[in-house]
């Protein structure tokens, strides 16, 4: 028995999860952690290359919602699912977790919850393989036929009708290089206290889309700041200029900047700037739930 497994075994991880996955006939058991992913951003580091998590309401069939989320610096996927922390490595401690699975389900989104790993327990939000071109269709396409047997059904990258990215901290590189490789299903872009660079590339895919941020479209970009995260200068320059472009497409009603963090979120707004008053660590604990619950 290997050391992930043995804390597995010892009921560390999350509840019933299993090395690679559940049963479908009762789908909230815990999260798939999928290892020996050819395409994962560090396929040869140690440990999943990808987390998932399947709701209870995800259809069997026809098209569906995807949501990749990428986390921050010093953590693993394994303990941002979790609700109470999970040592990233055996005999460490457990960082800040950010209970993404009961979120989710929570929520009551049918939403298929992807994570691919970054360098665990790192200073670090390289995307590795994810920023090559391409890159990010086969890592779905492989996770997919991985988990296929244990969700009935088989899905490539042509499955997905929606696809939204969020990221918490540094994991904002990861969502820019895969905005950069333009999926074709991509639809929201959520980041929690994550703005820490790349604002061209966030500006040109929310400026680019404007039109479908309208009332009838389907896009929708949220950046929600905090006031010790380091992000609110870089969020205010970035409001600045997408606030531009709805303007001059007569669009104002669908965006939102709002730096007073006392004041609750519209979340029927398209593109939402918005200071929270939570601290770095709470918006990845409380936000992921609202945005999926109103839509995203």
């Known amino acids: 028995m290997?050391?992930?497994?043995?804390?597995?075994?010892?009921?560390?991880?999350?509840?019933?999860?299993?090395?690679?996955?559940?049963?479908?006939?009762?789908?909230?058991?815990?999260?798939?952690?999928?290892?020996?992913?050819?395409?994962?951003?560090?396929?040869?580091?140690?440990?999943p290359?990808?987390?998932?998590?399947?709701?209870p309401q995800f259809p069997s069939?026809?098209?569906v919602r995807v949501c990749v989320?990428?986390?921050?610096?010093?953590?693993?996927v394994e303990n941002v699912l979790s609700a109470t922390g999970v040592p990233c490595s055996p005999g460490g401690r457990a960082h800040p977790p950010s209970n993404l699975e009961s979120q989710l389900v929570g929520?009551?989104?049918?939403?298929?919850?992807?994570?691919?790993?970054?360098?665990?327990?790192?200073?670090?939000?390289?995307p590795g393989r994810l920023s090559r071109g391409g890159s990010f269709a086969a890592f779905l396409d492989e996770v997919f036929a991985r988990i296929a047997p244990a969700i009935g059904r088989s899905m490539t990258i042509a499955d997905v009708g929606h696809l939204g990215l969020m990221s918490h901290s540094g994991?904002?590189?990861?969502i820019a290089s895969i905005i950069r490789q333009r999926p074709a299903a991509l639809r929201s872009v959520a980041?929690?206290?994550?703005?820490?660079?790349?604002?061209?590339?966030?500006?040109?895919?929310?400026?680019?889309?404007?039109?479908?941020?309208?009332?009838?479209?389907?896009?929708?970009?949220?950046?929600?700041?905090?006031?010790?995260?380091?992000?609110?200068?870089?969020?205010?320059e970035l409001a600045s200029v997408v606030q531009g472009a709805f303007l001059s497409a007569n669009m104002s009603d669908e965006f939102l900047f709002d730096d007073d963090a006392s004041t609750p979120i519209d979340y029927s707004r398209h593109a939402i700037f918005k200071h929270v008053p939570e601290s770095h660590d709470n918006t990845a604990r409380l936000y992921p739930r609202r945005l999926w619950a109103a839509g995203w």
């Not at 290359?49 to 709701?55: D, L, M």
């Not at 939403?111 to 670090?124: D, G, K, M, W």
């Open 2 to 47: 290997n050391d992930r497994e043995k804390l597995l075994a010892a009921g560390i991880a999350l509840g019933a999860v299993a090395l690679y996955g559940f049963t479908r006939g009762n789908p909230v058991t815990g999260a798939m952690f999928l290892d020996g992913l050819a395409s994962a951003p560090f396929p040869d580091q140690s440990g």
């Open 49 to 55: 290359g990808a987390a998932v998590v399947v709701p």
């Open 61 to 63: 069939s026809g098209p």
């Open 69 to 76: 989320y990428v986390r921050g610096f010093l953590n693993c």
């Open 107 to 126: 929520s009551g989104s049918d939403t298929l919850l992807v994570l691919p790993e970054l360098r665990r327990e790192a200073q670090s939000g390289d």
């Open 171 to 174: 994991g904002y590189q990861t």
């Open 191 to 236: 980041l929690l206290d994550s703005l820490y660079g790349n604002q061209p590339t966030f500006s040109d895919w929310i400026t680019s889309n404007v039109r479908g941020f309208a009332p009838s479209g389907s896009f929708r970009f949220a950046n929600l700041y905090t006031s010790t995260g380091g992000t609110g200068a870089k969020s205010r």
